[in-house]
């Protein structure tokens, strides 16, 4: 049964303090995409990969958060120095886009990481 | 600025019932129009997509309607059902960068559907 895992799945932090969030996307998967969700914003994307290269990461605030592929089995997505509105659920989701014509644009969700940051 | 705008915010509807749940957009270069249903604790999971050469969908008790014209969609669910309870986002997609098969979603707010029994 494949799908995207995600470490940790809860992490409370003080503000200030450096925080890393892990995915596993799907195994052959080819993108990866990193989501925040809050009640008031709703889901919206931070950032997303192809083949391992950053494609976009607009929605991400550069002076904090940062987004890298080690490999092609690990996505992380780091914040620091963390801030009390950061808090919120953060999702990473994989797919697999096979050409230009043939666009598969599913996207697997996993879990997600709840960020608490007093 | 919001690009997909979604109504309503939360939902209640009788077991057996039907949910209706519409989005609306702005950007014509939409060309993938998902709905994904979350679980509190999960992540979203894709349910039901439409491209826009069609107006209409089904899978199951789940159907989209589409309207290009009016740039409107729209998700049913027929014979609705507690297990049904949930968040449901819809989403829209296009390609950002031309020649590389990219893509991204943009979510409406969600709806939070309650079938009571």
């Known amino acids: 049964d494949a799908r995207v895992t995600q470490t940790p799945r809860h992490k409370v932090t003080e503000m200030g303090q450096e925080v890393t969030m892990r995915c596993q996307p799907i195994?052959?998967?080819?993108?990866v995409f990193w989501y925040r969700q809050t009640m008031m914003q709703g889901l919206e994307l931070l950032a997303y990969f192809r083949n391992r290269a950053p494609l976009d990461d607009s929605g991400m605030p550069k002076d904090r958060f940062s987004a890298e592929m080690p490999d092609a089995t690990l996505a992380t997505l780091k914040i620091q120095p963390s801030e009390p509105r950061d808090s919120a659920v953060y999702f990473c989701?994989?797919?697999?886009?096979?050409?230009?014509?043939?666009?598969?644009?599913?996207?697997?969700f996993g879990p997600g990481t709840r960020l608490t940051v007093t | 600025q919001q690009q997909v705008k979604q109504s309503p915010q939360s939902l209640i509807v009788q077991k057996g019932g039907i949910s209706i749940i519409n989005c609306a957009y702005e950007?014509?270069?939409?060309?993938?129009f998902p709905w994904y249903q979350q679980f509190p604790g999960k992540g979203p999971a894709l349910l039901i997509a439409?491209?826009?050469?069609?107006s209409e969908k089904k899978e199951g008790r789940f159907t989209i309607s589409f309207n290009k014209s009016a740039k409107q969609f729209s998700l049913h669910i027929m014979d609705s059902q507690p297990g049904d309870s949930a968040t449901y986002f819809c989403a829209a997609s296009r390609p950002k960068y031309s020649g590389a098969g990219s893509y991204q979603l943009t979510f409406g707010k969600g709806t939070k559907l309650s079938v009571i029994p």
């Open positions: 989701a994989s797919g697999l886009v096979r050409s230009d014509r043939l666009l598969n644009y599913e996207q697997y």
């Open positions: 195994l052959g998967h080819n993108t």
């Open positions: 439409i491209r826009p050469d069609v």
């Open positions: 950007n014509t270069a939409f060309d993938y």
